[in-house]
T-cell receptor, first 114, second 113 residues
Framework: GAVVSQHPSRVICKSGTSVKIECRSLDFQATTMFWYRQFPKKSLMLMATSNEGSKATYEQGVEKDKFLINHASLTLSTLTVTSAHPEDSSFYIC??????????FGEGSWLTVV | TQLLEQSPQFLSIQEGENLTVYCNSSSVFSSLQWYRQEPGEGPVLLVTVVTGGEVKKLKRLTFQFGDARKDSSLHITAAQPGDTGLYLCAGASSGGSNYKLTFGKGTLLTVNP
């Protein structure tokens, strides 16, 4: 069964609104989660590392005020895309760091901003 | 910043052919992982290589980690249409709180029947 669950799998929002994507670790507590962005037929681009109980660490070029990450519990991290624009449309994937540094990926969330 | 150069970026072959995907870096990684991804889904881990010079086989797939742990290759023998997908290599930084994966650009493989 799935180890990591993302919700929603697909979301359409209007330009200027905010949308939240959830990433849940189902089988174990995860102190570290990762958020990636992926364009069609392209590789994964790490956006930020989400640390439980502390601020996320953002990669260079990623706007922390636009992509808000909250890791309030050991099983849940959320990514909120604020004031969404059509160029924010993308496939967003989270991953969880498990035992032995094994990385488990969620199913991904398609965001379309219209 | 650690970078992974993955090649080729696109590969279209006929069923039954062999292929090799390369992943190279100037940096040393604590481990290197290979993933396969279907459209609209998350990546699925194929293998993790940790030791320099390590070779792992997964049915028709052979993975190799360079002696210096800076490069890796994925070789597929007698490719089948079911092998079609996006193949990603990812290098892992050292453990601890700074652990993270750096992905190559991916190889989009199409195996034609």
């Amino acid at each position: 069964g799935a180890v990591v669950s993302q919700h929603p799998s697909r979301v359409i929002c209007k330009s200027g609104t905010s949308v939240k994507i959830e990433c849940r670790s189902l089988d174990f507590q995860a102190t570290t989660m990762f958020w990636y962005r992926q364009f069609p037929k392209k590789s994964l681009m790490l956006m930020a590392t989400s640390n439980e109980g502390s601020k996320a660490t953002y990669e260079q070029g990623v706007e922390k005020d636009k992509f808000l990450i909250n890791h309030a519990s050991l099983t849940l991290s959320t990514l909120t895309v604020t004031s969404a624009h059509p160029e924010d449309s993308s496939f967003y994937i989270c991953s969880v760091r498990g035992l032995g540094n094994t990385i488990y990926f969620g199913e991904g969330s398609w965001l379309t901003v219209v | 910043t650690q970078l992974l150069e993955q090649s080729p970026q696109f590969l279209s072959i006929q069923e039954g052919e062999n292929l090799t995907v390369y992943c190279n870096s100037s940096s040393v990684f604590s481990s290197l992982q290979w993933y396969r991804q279907e459209p609209g889904e998350g990546p699925v881990l194929l293998v993790t290589v940790v030791t320099g010079g390590e070779v792992k086989k997964l049915k028709r797939l052979t993975f190799q980690f360079g002696d210096a742990r800076k490069d890796s290759s994925l070789h597929i023998t007698a490719a089948q249409p079911g092998d079609t997908g996006l193949y990603l290599c990812a290098g892992a930084s050292s453990g601890g709180s700074n652990y993270k994966l750096t992905f190559g650009k991916g190889t989009l493989l199409t195996v034609n029947p």
